[in-house]
């Protein structure tokens, strides 16, 4: 379980930080989705010169900080929506709901 928390985490992590590195300064960010742009950097070999980028805090306690409360938001997030849509599909959601949260 831990594992895959962790792993879920740096997967979260990897794709916040790239979408604030390249942002939307990126010139092909929009026709090469979900690793492409990796692939068009590779080629054309000028990524990190020509935008800006955002740099992270370097203490490494607030870097933790940021990403295990981001990480625990957007699970939450997706978790609460899950729920309600569950519950939807019960017969008494009245009773089952306020049951499967606790």
């Known amino acids: 379980m831990v594992g895959l928390i962790v792993l879920l985490s740096a997967i979260a992590w990897v794709g916040v930080r790239e979408r604030l590195c390249r942002g939307p300064h990126h010139p092909h960010r929009d026709?090469?989705?979900?690793?492409?742009?990796?692939?068009?950097?590779?080629?054309?070999e000028r990524c990190s010169e020509d935008r800006p980028r955002v740099r992270?805090?370097?203490?490494?306690?607030?870097?933790?900080?940021?990403?295990s409360g981001s990480v625990i938001a957007f699970f939450a997030f997706i978790g609460f929506e899950d729920i309600e849509n569950m519950?939807?599909?019960t017969i008494d959601p009245e009773t089952a709901s306020p049951r499967a949260v606790f």
């Not at 979900?34 to 054309?44: F, P, Q, S, T």
């Not at 992270?56 to 990403?67: E, F, N, W, Y």
């Open 87 to 89: 519950a939807e599909e």
């Open 31 to 44: 026709r090469y989705p979900a690793g492409g742009d990796r692939l068009w950097c590779a080629a054309h």
């Open 56 to 67: 992270a805090p370097g203490d490494a306690a607030v870097l933790g900080a940021i990403l």
